[in-house]
């Protein structure tokens, strides 16, 4: 019973790298395109200048639009002010004290049975 249990290490001596010689690159072949390959491509370039020019195009007519909208509303806004000015104008003349002053300069007698109001809006 005096017998241990323990075994002894040896030790193995470690495996020798297997020299493996290194994979020589493929030598360069060239892969001619095929027909179908070189009309593809071809299709492929003329369809990518077509949107091209079709993208130009599009993009000149909303620049041309986008000025003529602008161009339209400065006269909008300026046929607007003409308007509001034209309106003042029309509050300023029916102004019943100028109408009093106009009508005694000129020898004439209000009557306010016979004015009419009209309003426009």
Same mark, same amino acid.
């Given at each position: 019973?005096?017998?241990? #249990? ?7 001596? *470690? ?6 010689? *290194?994979? $020589? ?6 892969? *001619? +395109? =095929?027909?179908? $390959?070189? #009309?593809?491509?071809?299709?492929? &370039?003329?369809?990518? #200048? ?6 130009? +195009?599009?993009?000149?007519?909303? =620049? !041309? #639009? ?18 509001? !000015?034209?309106?003042?104008?029309? &509050?300023?003349? =029916? ?6 002053? +106009? *009508?005694?300069?000129? &020898? +004439?007698?209000?009557?306010? &049975? ?8």
């Amino acid at each position: 019973m005096l017998e241990s #249990t323990a075994r002894p290490l040896v030790q193995q001596p *470690a495996p020798k790298p297997v020299h493996k010689p *290194a994979n $020589e690159p493929a030598p360069h072949t060239h892969i *001619a +395109f =095929s027909g179908f $390959e070189k #009309t593809l491509m071809f299709a492929c &370039g003329i369809l990518a #200048t077509v949107v091209c020019v079709v993208c130009l +195009f599009m993009q000149n007519r909303l =620049s !041309n #639009t986008q000025r003529q909208y602008e161009d339209l509303q400065a006269r909008i806004m300026k046929q607007s002010q003409a308007t509001a !000015n034209l309106k003042q104008e029309i &509050g300023e003349l =029916s102004n019943s004290e100028r109408l009093d002053a +106009f *009508a005694k300069a000129h &020898g +004439f007698k209000v009557i306010n &049975g016979n004015i009419k109001r009209v309003d426009n809006q």
